[in-house]
């Protein structure tokens, strides 16, 4: 059993059976009865699912799992198993965070919060926390509906709580939801679209007002003695209103804010998007969670509804000491008087941020617009790019002075592999450059060097970007990724990633930051230091590993001919569940090294591996898993029938693989004239396959009839032309193999000294 001190990663299960203490003074025998089936239960279901039961209190239980995933599945599959005869009222809590053993228990908040959770249940109930619901939304065989927010006792932050809505599992009602919670000082009245504006408004304006008043006041205080020497984090305001449709009201305010105060170029201010979606903050002016900020200053707010009434509280906060600098007294306004506040606001807020009338601080949008932004932005995180779509383009259509969703459409197209709409986006935009920050410039800029394929440029602006908002971990991975595929110098790619000030990331909780380790582990690994590569991997939790990292760990494992940690490794991550990616996906990156190693014993047995997936899991790309298997084993006729079926796949990473891999086996098969007529019928649609797509597969086939000049020449083609995989690919090609050791084959693919 580990030691009380070393902390452990695990998601939490708390159940046990509602009203049972009654039960047992009414009919003993029948609490004894429900009780037996209750722990018989728990017994058979949880170690089915990788689950320990730490220990039974009474008519309760409480289990540990090393996934969200396995905890949410063995829930489910106990409360079916509570609702056979004779039935269970039973209710499940659950919650993922940081835990620490001794001798039988286990211990720690997330232990308390999931306790918590599970007492707002009811018989036939399972809840859980925003943390569970981030793990498992890749899931679909969970449908999850969001019951509010909530005051715990002893949880200083309040939590959004969730319950699991599949067919046959109780919900609760708010009035039935009693379990340990703060009590309440007021009630949530209903709010209509007029009250939000007034709202929205409020808390800008409030935002603006302790700016000014603070740094026209205050300066004095500051340690520093100047607000130009500081460095300022704007939290979202929280919500109090316990309406979480109300939660992006919090976010607009801080971001707003946060742009008005990066925009006057007078302070470093940590970005709306670092303080959003990478802090582990969710509640100021207290030191557990400020002093990971690494801030002079922390503005903070929070708003809530009485009657008729919105009331907003502020303060500012020494991000060193703690110490409160300034509480402002409460904001309070009548919701009837909306309009005619709105209008005031609106005209108020413009000079309140350090220099009266400023130009370069822009209104806010219409609140609706900046809804529809954050929630395309999210389904784009979560790789739902028909949804994203839609959202962004009728935000955009609800505000043509706001931006932002224009350049989220621009993310959502690349990874659709759509440049003829990113042109669309860029033309767009180009009459508009006057009204840009300097930071949207640059990225416009970045855009418009990606449509024309000139990656090294792409990567000098992600560069002079991460100068501008060196907090945004975004920018800072997007350069680590270009220096290591465009400029081919993974020492520059390390250097960036290593010196990027990492102390207020929350890598479990932010969405994307795990892409860093994937940066720098690519990076060392083109460097040839494997060992260092698994390193980086074995310090990560599983819950910010994905398939990809995985295979730089297995591939590194190759090249040390670790051949039986390789074979556990992958059987590891066959029975647990990524966080992103699957394992599916890992056997294609394992079965191609594997051919580029020459290693044919072991191939054997990971193509049969491909096989068993394949018939064992129903997936919508098993088709080009089988494709791939059909490809190693040279079934050239298999190959073709299968990669055709993904020639035209949104994902442009698998259109291009697809199409690459036709030509290449209809080579190989003999059949030179469909392989003619399939270049020909490419060729011919040239602008739907973009980035160098074309040149490089001409490179492929080249290479396989032995014309090594022609080839390395498309191969400086596809690059000019933009090709995603650039050279740091082409030497980890194993349809290139012919070209290895030819000289500019060697020199296109060198490294930088």
């Known amino acids: 059993m580990p030691e009380r001190s070393k902390r452990q990663l695990a998601a939490i299960m708390f159940t046990d059976i509602v009203g049972y203490t009654a039960l047992m003074q009414k009919e003993e025998s029948k609490a004894r009865q429900e009780l037996e089936k209750f722990r018989k239960t728990i017994d058979n279901i949880v170690p089915k699912h990788n689950g320990k039961i730490v220990n039974y209190y009474g008519d309760g239980c409480l289990c540990t799992f090393d996934s969200a995933v396995n905890a949410m599945n063995c829930a489910k599959e106990v409360q079916q198993n509570f609702q056979t005869t004779p039935k269970i009222p039973a209710r499940v809590g659950l919650h993922s965070g940081?835990?620490?053993?001794?001798a039988e228990n286990v211990y720690g908040d997330s232990v308390n919060i999931a306790s918590r959770i599970e007492s707002l249940g009811v018989a036939g109930s399972i809840l859980f926390s925003k943390t569970i619901k981030r793990h498992i939304r890749n899931q679909t065989d969970f449908e999850i509906k969001s019951l509010g927010l909530y005051d715990f006792k002893n949880v200083d932050k309040t939590m959004e709580v969730f319950a699991l809505a599949n067919e046959g599992f109780a919900i609760p009602k708010p009035e039935q939801m009693k379990g340990k919670l703060k009590p309440q000082t007021f009630n949530q009245p209903s709010i209509n679209r007029s009250f939000v504006w007034f709202l929205i408004f409020t808390v800008l304006v409030i935002g603006g007002f302790l700016g000014k008043q603070f740094f026209f006041q205050s300066q004095s205080k500051m340690a520093s003695g100047t607000v130009e020497n500081s460095k300022i984090a704007v939290i979202p305001f929280e919500n109090k209103s316990n309406n979480p449709e109300l939660d992006v009201?919090?976010?607009?305010?801080?971001?707003?804010?946060?742009?008005?105060?990066?925009?006057?170029?007078?302070?470093?201010?940590?970005?709306?998007?670092?303080?959003n979606n990478r802090l582990a903050v969710v509640q100021a002016g207290t030191s557990a969670n400020t002093k990971t900020?690494?801030?002079?200053l922390i503005l903070s707010g929070k708003y809530y509804v009485q009657e008729n009434d919105i009331i907003v509280h502020g303060q500012i906060v020494d991000g060193t000491t703690q110490q409160v600098l300034h509480a402002f007294d409460e904001f309070k306004g009548p919701k009837e008087d909306a309009v005619e506040i709105m209008e005031s606001m609106v005209q108020r807020i413009l000079g309140y941020w350090l220099i009266e009338d400023d130009p370069s601080i822009r209104k806010p949008p219409n609140f609706k617009a900046y809804k529809n932004y954050i929630e395309g932005y999210y389904y784009w995180v979560a790789v739902d790019s028909k949804k994203a779509e839609k959202l962004l383009t009728e935000a955009y259509q609800m505000d043509t002075t706001f931006l932002n969703p224009l350049y989220a459409l621009m993310f959502v197209y690349s990874n659709q592999g759509r440049s003829d709409l990113i042109d669309t986006m860029v033309q767009i935009l180009e009459p508009r450059k006057n009204e840009m920050s300097e930071i949207q410039l640059l990225q416009f800029k970045k855009w418009q060097a990606d449509v024309k394929g000139q990656m090294q440029k792409v990567s000098a602006y992600y560069k002079k970007l991460c100068e501008l908002d060196p907090t945004n971990a975004d920018f800072n991975q997007d350069l680590a990724f270009c220096q290591i595929t465009y400029d081919k110098d993974p020492k520059a790619?390390?250097?960036?990633?290593?010196n990027f000030d990492d102390r207020y990331i929350d890598y479990l909780k932010c969405t994307g930051c795990d892409w860093r380790f994937r940066?720098?582990?690519?990076?060392?690994?083109?460097?040839?230091?494997?060992?260092?590569?698994?390193?980086?991997?074995?310090?990560?939790?599983?819950e910010i590993r994905d398939d990809r990292l995985a295979a730089i760990e297995l591939n590194s494992l190759l090249r040390l001919d670790s051949f039986e940690r390789f074979d556990r490794k992958v059987d590891y991550y066959k029975n647990i569940n990524f966080t992103a990616g699957n394992y599916g996906r890992l056997l294609i990156f394992i079965n191609t090294d594997l051919k580029l190693l020459n290693l044919e014993k072991l191939q054997k047995k990971y193509i049969d591996e491909i096989f068993s997936y394949c018939k064992k899991n129903e997936q919508p790309y098993n088709d080009f898993l089988l494709a791939y298997a059909y490809l190693l084993l040279q079934d050239w006729q298999n190959a073709i029938q299968h990669f055709s079926k993904y020639s035209s796949a949104p994902y442009q990473p698998v259109r291009h693989l697809s199409i690459q891999n036709i030509a290449y086996s209809y080579f190989h098969s003999g059949n030179h004239e469909a392989l003619s007529a399939f270049l020909k019928e490419l060729q011919v649609q040239d602008q739907t396959y973009e980035y160098g797509l074309i040149p490089y597969t001409l490179a492929i086939v080249e290479s396989a009839r032995g014309n090594k000049g022609e080839a390395v020449k498309l191969l400086k083609e596809a690059i000019k032309n933009g090709e995603t995989f650039s050279s740091y690919l082409f030497n980890y090609d194993f349809r290139l193999k012919p070209l290895f050791g030819y000289p500019s084959f060697e020199e296109l693919v060198k490294l930088k000294d």
């Open 98 to 102: 940081d835990v620490f053993f001794e």
């Open 249 to 275: 009201i919090g976010d607009m305010a801080s971001d707003w804010i946060t742009k008005g105060l990066m925009e006057t170029g007078k302070l470093t201010v940590l970005s709306s998007q670092t303080v």
């Open 293 to 296: 900020l690494g801030v002079d």
């Open 493 to 498: 790619a390390i250097e960036t990633i290593e």
């Open 519 to 542: 940066w720098l582990a690519s990076a060392y690994f083109r460097l040839g230091h494997y060992e260092k590569v698994l390193s980086i991997v074995d310090s990560l939790p599983i």
